[in-house]
């Protein structure tokens, strides 16, 4: 089974400039998480989508946004780029049950580099 | 205060050696996850637990929620072991939402 994608792997963006990232979960899982990390602020979480809709949200401002399709697959987009939007995001997938937690296949991540 | 916790920041061991890693956390949580992270980025997760003690090899991870305290064990430590160890909990409310701990970057040396 393919493990979780993410394009790009790399990006270069200048401040001001906006970004969409894409994540491909394994096949079967509906669940989709994306976190940001910094050195400075670590690993932090940015949403939850699950069948389309947003399920969970972190403390993020609304530059942030993201959606997920049908087939699963899910972007998130930042607004109005700012210097500390460097970072690597990641994307998690998971299989959703309602009666267990779930464990979480994270993608390799897109290192974005805003100059 | 982190709602949790890991000691210590940074860990250097001679190859062969038993490593011990520690999370504290401080919210109700219904899971807690230890992951690896390579060089490069990419995490794997080890270990999802939310009572007691699994194993996988020569890692060992173990819970105790009364205590709100997690560890993960490596015997037999080897240098392919060096990566940074997170440990994140799923809060009881949040869901599938993880909080992260800020991570321990172990250093295996031959």
């Known amino acids: 089974k393919a493990g979780v994608t993410q394009t790009p792997r790399y990006l270069i963006k200048t401040r001001g400039q906006q970004v969409t990232l894409s994540c491909s979960p394994i096949s079967g899982h509906r669940s989709v998480s994306w976190y940001q990390q910094t050195p400075g602020q670590g690993l932090q979480f940015l949403f939850e989508?699950?069948?389309?809709?947003?399920?969970n949200k972190g403390n993020f401002p609304g530059r942030f946004s993201g959606r997920q399709f049908s087939n699963s697959r899910s972007e998130m987009n930042v607004s109005t780029l700012e210097l500390g939007d460097s970072a690597l995001y990641l994307c998690?997938?998971?299989?959703?049950?309602?009666?267990?937690?779930?464990?979480?296949?994270f993608g390799p991540g897109t290192r974005l580099t805003v100059l | 205060k982190n709602e949790v916790e890991q000691s210590p920041q940074n860990l250097t061991a001679q190859e062969g050696e038993f490593i011990t890693i520690n999370c504290s956390y401080s919210v109700g949580i219904s899971a807690l996850h230890w992951l690896q992270q390579h060089p490069g980025g990419g995490i794997v997760s080890l270990f999802m637990?939310?009572?007691g003690k699994k194993k996988h090899g020569r890692l060992i991870a173990t819970i105790n929620i009364q205590e709100k305290h997690s560890s993960l064990h490596i015997t037999a430590s080897h240098p392919r072991d060096s990566a940074v160890y997170i440990c994140a909990v799923s809060e009881e409310t949040s869901g599938s939402r993880l909080t992260f701990g800020e991570g321990t970057q172990l250093t295996v040396n031959p």
């Open positions: 989508y699950f069948s389309e809709t947003q399920r």
């Open positions: 637990l939310s009572s």
């Open positions: 998690a997938s998971s299989l959703p049950r309602w009666d267990f937690d779930n464990e979480q296949f």
